[in-house]
């Protein structure tokens, strides 16, 4: 079957950084996004690895390794509006998107 | 422009009832998609749309049917509801089936 995890709740304090992992086992590898939900929202695209390596976007960066099935997404100088949850998906060889079920990041002052 | 528009925000519906969730898009967007998303649960698909005309069966199709007669609009159609349809449904949307998806403000659906 396919399978995504990730940590069900993470904290942090402001200004530190954190990282969050995720590892996957799906049918089929087309990319792997991350996207960031804020409670009561619509998850929002934050990021998209498909080659091996770090894609780093301001404060936030995303890992991908393919042949050890893992990624990650870090998040710099936190502030307290990082608060939220973050959804790991990849997309399988049909396309489609399979989710992980999400990380709750809290970040304390 | 507005991205994704879903209706209604929420709704409390009496099982058995007739439901269509709305979803539009004003990004001329080819692809589209339903989901479900449950609390300790991922994001699950329950229909898709590839391009207008087309549709598709996701994870979780059974009780609900979607139709795409236009690029814009995709409905989400409850037959007849039931408790465990209680959920928050996102349409989203992408450019191609590979492309990035953007998601619409959802529709909470308390079905008593």
């Known amino acids: 079957g396919q399978n995504i995890d990730q940590p069900t709740e993470m904290t942090a304090t402001e200004g530190a950084i954190v990282q969050i992992n995720c590892t996957y086992q799906?049918?089929?590898?087309?990319?792997l996004f991350w996207y960031q939900q804020h409670a009561g929202e619509a998850p929002t695209f934050l990021s998209y690895?498909?080659l091996d390596g770090l894609e780093e976007k301001g404060r936030f960066s995303s890992f991908l390794s393919r042949s050890k099935g893992y990624s990650y997404l870090l998040l710099k100088e936190l502030q307290m509006k990082d608060s939220a949850s973050y959804l790991c998906?990849?997309?399988?060889?049909?396309?489609?998107?399979?989710w992980g079920a999400g990380t709750k990041l809290i970040i304390k002052p | 422009i507005a991205g994704i528009t879903q209706a209604p925000t929420s709704q409390i519906l009496a099982a058995g009832r007739r439901m269509t969730l709305r979803c539009t898009q004003d990004?001329?967007?080819?692809?589209m998609y339903w989901y479900r998303q449950d609390l300790g649960l991922g994001l699950r698909l329950i229909h898709y749309?590839?391009?207008?005309?087309?549709?598709g069966k996701g994870e979780v199709p059974d009780g609900y049917s979607v139709s795409r007669a236009n690029t814009d609009d995709f409905p989400l159609t409850l037959a007849s509801a039931v408790p465990s349809q209680t959920s928050v449904y996102f349409c989203?949307?992408?450019?191609?089936?590979?492309?990035?998806?953007?998601f619409g403000p959802g529709t909470r659906l308390l079905v008593l």
């Open positions: 989203a949307s992408s450019d191609g089936t590979q492309e990035t998806q953007y």
């Open positions: 990004m001329r967007h080819n692809a």
């Open positions: 749309s590839n391009t207008a005309g087309t549709t």
């Open positions: 799906t049918s089929g590898f087309n990319g």
């Open positions: 690895n498909v």
């Open positions: 998906a990849v997309m399988d060889s049909n396309y489609q998107l399979i």
